[in-house]
């Protein structure tokens, strides 16, 4: 892993060199994540997951963009730029196909700060040729539009920004700043940056509160959270300004109230997570964002309701959200079916999105309870363990009419799996003066600054099979620093950090922590064990949280689960699969009053698993996120019980 760390250097220099300001000026988030590039995972369970999405899922987006024509409408929109007359070019396909491309390079941004690859980045040099050809000479770029501004796509007008909260122009704009940021981050070029902050300052010139703009907003959200990044980036002023506009007019656009879009209500008065999921989770994420960066706490007031909500009333076991098919949208207050829950991918990355930034504003383990349960869950179900085919909805119960695909019409959901996988080390460590939080489990070694210097220690773990972590410090600043290892909500007998699922058996389990051997106690705070000390290199730290199966049972008032119990351990919720009980309908099963479940490892199934027999019923449990590789069959979640 020598060019890793040679690689990583390099991108520090060059931040460092870089013309953009890099710094945003006042408020920020008062915990800082250790950014991925600082964390060299050695992990067999993300290892694989990260393997795959390298070799398989990016290439195959990269492939994908090229057949379906995404490419081809660059192209087509830079020949009608240079022509003087119509070329008549049909606007079909989805008017945010562009952002299949972008967020795809943006994943491949994220591969090429670990796995520095020439040809990778040089293929990605020839794609931002083609996209560069199709801006428009002032920086407007949405080829949904600009291949035939005569007859652009049917959710498009004429004019720009016209049906903008159905077209799309915003949501592009969102989703290119983000690429664009990963891959000068990654690269230092600035091939994509240029383009994107191109568009970024076309779109403030138009839309504003000023004279002679007009006052516009989003139809989908993710504008703001990527605003706030190039904010965070340049340190110019006006796009945090922007991404503030975009939250506060939220309802005062063209479509006016409505709950699709959260616009239903003025920001202030939001308290319940509505509409279409993707749009609300990035929303709740785009305001946690500019309430971070500009200090206004009465923002963090409306999240925190909104997050109450969700994980009181509108939160799958699994950490999926958006239970209707219609709309793609969350539900009313404890709709939850199973059956036909619609748990889009990318609702369950906005889901992980919005409780990592909840995480960085309160510093409180509950949002990382839920993010640990979407991440390892609602999330990884949504590609193949070879990365190769995708879910867009994941259901929590199917009779066979569900099968993962290597690609759909609307690509969203593996589009957002190739930028959101490699990304996955960020999330496990968050720094904060000389707090030093190891927030997810994974084997890796990382480095980073506490306030009194650098820091640097390695995991050893098998988790999420195995409930032991072996922490070891490499380095530590000679004042010490406060070690807190987050205790998750599992071993602490809490399914979720609400009412809306509880344990429903007598299993109790523990955790011990000891310190070079020595065993220490220590109360938790906000859920963290806390080790502060002057730490020596070479010191040890082992957290051993039991591991057993549990049986969980839903709040009464979620119809769909009434008289059914799920079973998981760690992490990981079970279900119930076709090919692995030939001898029963699973979705029929009835599990006794206290059914006896036992583990056993079954490395040569399922690329490594844990399976669970439910021994009194015969009935063999694999990991809910390694459904569906067997054929399209029945699968149940929530198992009913005599
Ligand atoms: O509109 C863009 C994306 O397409 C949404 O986030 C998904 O739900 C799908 O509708
Ligand atoms: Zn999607």
Same mark, same amino acid.
């Given at each position: 892993?020598?060019?890793?760390?040679?690689?990583?250097?390099?991108?520090?220099?060059?931040?460092?060199?870089?013309?953009?300001?890099?710094?945003?000026?006042?408020?920020?988030?008062?915990?800082? #994540?250790?950014?991925?590039?600082?964390?060299?995972?050695?992990?067999?369970?993300?290892?694989?997951?990260?393997?795959?999405?390298?070799?398989?899922?990016?290439?195959?987006?990269?492939?994908?963009?090229?057949?379906?024509?995404?490419?081809?409408?660059?192209?087509?929109?830079?020949?009608?730029?240079?022509?003087?007359?119509?070329?008549?070019?049909?606007?079909?396909?989805?008017?945010?196909?562009?952002?299949?491309?972008?967020?795809?390079? $943006?994943g491949?941004?994220?591969?090429?700060?670990?796995?520095?690859?020439?040809?990778?980045?040089?293929?990605?040099?020839?794609?931002?040729?083609i996209?560069?050809?199709?801006?428009?000479?002032?920086?407007?770029?949405?080829?949904?539009?600009?291949?035939?501004?005569?007859?652009?796509?049917?959710?498009?007008?004429? $004019?720009?920004?016209g049906?903008?909260?159905?077209?799309?122009?915003?949501?592009?704009?969102?989703?290119?700043? $983000?690429?664009?940021?990963?891959?000068?981050?990654?690269?230092?070029?600035?091939?994509?940056?240029?383009?994107?902050?191109?568009?970024?300052?076309?779109?403030?010139?138009?839309?504003?509160?000023?004279?002679?703009?007009?006052?516009?907003?989003?139809?989908?959200?993710?504008?703001?959270?990527?605003?706030?990044k190039?904010?965070?980036?340049?340190?110019?002023?006006?796009?945090?300004?922007?991404?503030?506009?975009?939250?506060?007019?939220?309802?005062?656009?063209? =479509?006016?109230?409505?709950?699709?879009?959260?616009?239903?209500? #003025?920001?202030?008065?939001?308290?319940e997570?509505?509409?279409?999921?993707?749009?609300?989770?990035?929303?709740?994420?785009?305001?946690?964002?500019?309430?971070?960066?500009?200090?206004?706490?009465?923002?963090?007031q409306?999240?925190?309701?909104?997050?109450?909500?969700?994980?009181?009333? =509108?939160?799958?076991?699994?950490?999926?959200v958006?239970?209707?098919?219609?709309?793609?949208?969350?539900?009313?207050?404890?709709?939850?079916p199973?059956?036909?829950?619609?748990?889009?991918?990318?609702?369950?990355?906005?889901?992980?999105?919005?409780?990592?930034?909840?995480?960085?504003?309160?510093?409180?383990s509950?949002?990382?309870?839920?993010?640990?349960?979407?991440?390892?869950?609602?999330?990884?179900?949504?590609?193949?363990?070879?990365?190769?085919?995708?879910?867009?909805?994941?259901?929590?119960?199917?009779?066979?009419?569900?099968?993962?695909?290597?690609?759909?019409?609307?690509?969203?959901? #593996?589009?957002?799996?190739?930028?959101?996988?490699?990304?996955?080390?960020?999330?496990?460590y968050?720094?904060?003066?000389?707090?030093?939080?190891?927030?997810?489990?994974?084997?890796?070694?990382?480095?980073?600054?506490?306030?009194?210097?650098?820091?640097?220690?390695?995991?050893?773990?098998?988790?999420?099979?195995?409930?032991?972590?072996?922490?070891?410090?490499?380095?530590?600043?000679?004042?010490?620093?406060?070690?807190?290892?987050?205790?998750?909500?599992?071993?602490r007998? $809490?399914?979720?950090?609400?009412?809306?699922?509880?344990?429903?058996?007598?299993?109790?389990?523990?955790?011990?922590?000891?310190?070079?051997?020595?065993?220490?106690?220590?109360?938790?705070?906000?859920?963290?064990?806390?080790?502060?000390?002057k730490?020596?290199?070479?010191?040890?730290?082992?957290?051993?949280?039991?591991?057993?199966?549990?049986?969980? =049972?839903?709040?009464?008032?979620?119809?769909?689960?009434?008289?059914?119990?799920?079973?998981?351990?760690?992490?990981?919720?079970?279900?119930?699969?076709?090919?692995d009980?030939?001898?029963?309908?699973?979705?029929?099963?009835?599990?006794?009053?206290?059914?006896?479940l036992?583990?056993?490892?079954?490395?040569?199934?399922?690329?490594?698993?844990?399976?669970?027999?439910?021994?009194?019923?015969?009935?063999?449990?694999?990991?809910?996120?390694?459904?569906?590789?067997?054929?399209?069959?029945?699968?149940?979640?929530?198992?009913?019980?005599?």
């Amino acid at each position: 892993m020598k060019s890793y760390i040679k690689y990583a250097a390099l991108a520090i220099a060059l931040a460092a060199i870089c013309s953009c300001a890099s710094k945003n000026k006042g408020h920020d988030y008062p915990y800082t #994540p250790v950014a991925f590039t600082s964390v060299e995972v050695s992990d067999a369970f993300w290892g694989q997951r990260l393997k795959a999405s390298r070799e398989v899922t990016i290439p195959l987006a990269f492939s994908k963009c090229e057949e379906t024509g995404r490419y081809e409408n660059f192209v087509q929109a830079a020949q009608q730029m240079a022509s003087s007359e119509n070329l008549g070019f049909r606007v079909g396909g989805l008017p945010f196909d562009d952002t299949d491309v972008y967020k795809t390079i $943006e994943g491949a941004s994220y591969i090429l700060q670990t796995y520095p690859d020439p040809k990778l980045e040089a293929y990605i040099d020839s794609v931002l040729v083609i996209v560069a050809a199709a801006q428009e000479p002032d920086g407007y770029l949405y080829t949904a539009r600009t291949r035939n501004p005569e007859r652009p796509h049917s959710w498009a007008s004429k $004019e720009r920004w016209g049906q903008i909260e159905d077209s799309h122009e915003l949501y592009d704009l969102g989703h290119m700043l $983000e690429g664009a940021i990963a891959h000068y981050k990654a690269t230092g070029k600035r091939n994509f940056l240029d383009i994107a902050i191109k568009y970024a300052d076309c779109v403030c010139r138009e839309i504003g509160p000023g004279e002679g703009q007009q006052v516009k907003v989003p139809g989908h959200q993710i504008a703001e959270m990527a605003l706030a990044k190039l904010y965070v980036l340049t340190g110019d002023q006006k796009y945090l300004d922007e991404a503030k506009f975009f939250i506060d007019m939220r309802g005062h656009g063209e =479509k006016g109230a409505e709950e699709y879009r959260q616009s239903h209500v #003025p920001v202030m008065e939001q308290d319940e997570a509505v509409g279409h999921a993707v749009r609300a989770e990035y929303f709740y994420s785009g305001i946690a964002d500019v309430a971070a960066l500009t200090g206004q706490t009465d923002y963090i007031q409306v999240i925190d309701k909104i997050w109450d909500n969700i994980a009181d009333k =509108k939160l799958y076991l699994t950490g999926g959200v958006g239970a209707r098919r219609s709309g793609e949208a969350f539900g009313d207050n404890y709709e939850l079916p199973n059956l036909t829950s619609y748990c889009e991918t990318c609702a369950a990355i906005g889901n992980v999105y919005f409780n990592y930034r909840m995480f960085l504003l309160h510093g409180d383990s509950k949002y990382y309870d839920v993010l640990e349960r979407s991440l390892y869950n609602g999330v990884i179900s949504g590609v193949s363990l070879d990365g190769g085919t995708f879910f867009y909805p994941n259901p929590l119960e199917s009779d066979g009419r569900h099968q993962r695909q290597d690609w759909f019409g609307c690509a969203c959901c #593996p589009s957002n799996i190739c930028r959101f996988i490699p990304s996955v080390p960020g999330y496990v460590y968050a720094v904060k003066d000389n707090d030093l939080y190891v927030n997810l489990y994974m084997a890796n070694t990382m480095h980073d600054n506490v306030k009194n210097g650098h820091v640097s220690v390695s995991v050893e773990t098998n988790y999420p099979w195995d409930g032991k972590v072996r922490l070891v410090v490499n380095e530590a600043p000679k004042k010490g620093f406060n070690l807190k290892l987050r205790i998750p909500g599992w071993v602490r007998g $809490e399914v979720v950090p609400s009412d809306l699922y509880e344990f429903d058996d007598d299993v109790e389990l523990g955790y011990k922590v000891s310190l070079n051997g020595q065993e220490i106690n220590a109360d938790l705070d906000k859920g963290y064990f806390c080790i502060d000390r002057k730490w020596a290199p070479g010191d040890v730290v082992v957290l051993d949280m039991d591991m057993e199966p549990r049986l969980v =049972k839903a709040n009464d008032k979620v119809e769909a689960d009434r008289g059914r119990v799920a079973v998981e351990r760690g992490p990981i919720v079970y279900c119930a699969e076709w090919p692995d009980n030939p001898d029963v309908k699973v979705r029929e099963v009835v599990l006794s009053d206290s059914p006896k479940l036992a583990v056993r490892e079954n490395k040569g199934k399922l690329y490594g698993i844990d399976e669970i027999l439910v021994q009194d019923s015969g009935l063999t449990l694999i990991p809910y996120y390694a459904w569906n590789h067997r054929g399209a069959g029945d699968m149940i979640v929530w198992m009913k019980q005599e």
